[in-house]
């Protein structure tokens, strides 16, 4: 059996796939990646593919297209539900899926969310096949202004936490968005923290701070989601047959 062939779309030179795409390939995954930032064309469709990852940014997933490859980005995403294609969003990824699908993207009500923090799973994460194996609260990564207010119609919610809600949905049987990041280390987290555009202040935090609690966590979060992007992996190759839930209804 080859290699899952997955689609990596960038979409902020400050976000690469960085830990993640190296799990993704320890775990036998081909990556194809489209540094769509940098003027790279997103294919017309997903045809060869067998997944696809949209990774985070600035930029906001809500409103006029912030960026003029986000309304292909976004069909690509429809597409890849619809055809069952294993799809991972991204934080700003996670956002794009939710806003393709249905769902509402909107400025952050508690305000900037940054630094590491704990999510909660919920119990019905436990037949998830990427969550179920997840413990019940795993340290992540978060660096965002915007949150899903509004999941997506079908959409399953998989994980929460007191300040934003949509921590983590499924959408159809191969669909994920994860609001929070896990593709970081810490020197991407430090050229946040450098080129941050008042959001630590806004939140009350100082760069020091986050990134020395970012850093005594990155040890749990390699622990934690190192395996979730094996199972991604295996989903994609056909070895993980995603739940038996129907497919959303959405308008093109």
């Not at 390699?222 to 209804?249: D, K, M, N, Q």
């Amino acid at each position: 059996m080859s290699n899952p062939r997955l689609l990596v779309v960038r979409n902020d030179a400050e976000d690469d796939a960085r830990r993640l795409g190296d799990w993704l390939v320890e775990a036998g995954a081909d990556l194809h990646v489209v540094n769509a930032d940098a003027g790279d064309a997103l294919p017309a469709d997903l045809t060869g593919y067998d997944g696809v990852v949209v990774l985070g940014g600035a930029q906001a997933a809500h409103g006029e297209p912030a960026s003029p490859w986000f309304p292909a980005l976004k069909a690509l995403l429809r597409e890849a539900v619809h055809e069952r294609v294993a799809t991972l969003g991204v934080c700003l990824g996670g956002q794009l899926l939710a806003d393709a699908l249905g769902g509402r993207v909107e400025p952050a009500a508690n305000g900037p969310e940054i630094g590491a923090f704990l999510v909660a799973k919920r119990d019905v994460a436990d037949t998830d096949p990427l969550f179920a194996m997840l413990p019940f609260t795993p340290d992540v990564y978060q660096w965002h202004v915007d949150e899903i207010t509004v999941l997506p119609p079908g959409a399953v919610l998989l994980a929460s936490s007191p300040r934003v809600p949509h921590q983590a949905f499924r959408i159809g049987p191969k669909a994920w968005g994860i609001q929070f990041h896990i593709e970081c280390d810490q020197a991407m987290l430090a050229s946040w923290a450098a080129g941050d555009d008042g959001s630590l202040e806004r939140a009350g935090l100082d760069a020091a701070t986050v990134l020395a609690r970012c850093a005594a966590v990155e040890t749990d979060v390699e622990e934690v989601w190192r395996p979730f992007a094996a199972r991604f992996v295996a989903v994609a190759a056909g070895r993980g047959a995603g739940p038996g839930v129907p497919l959303p209804v959405v308008e093109a």
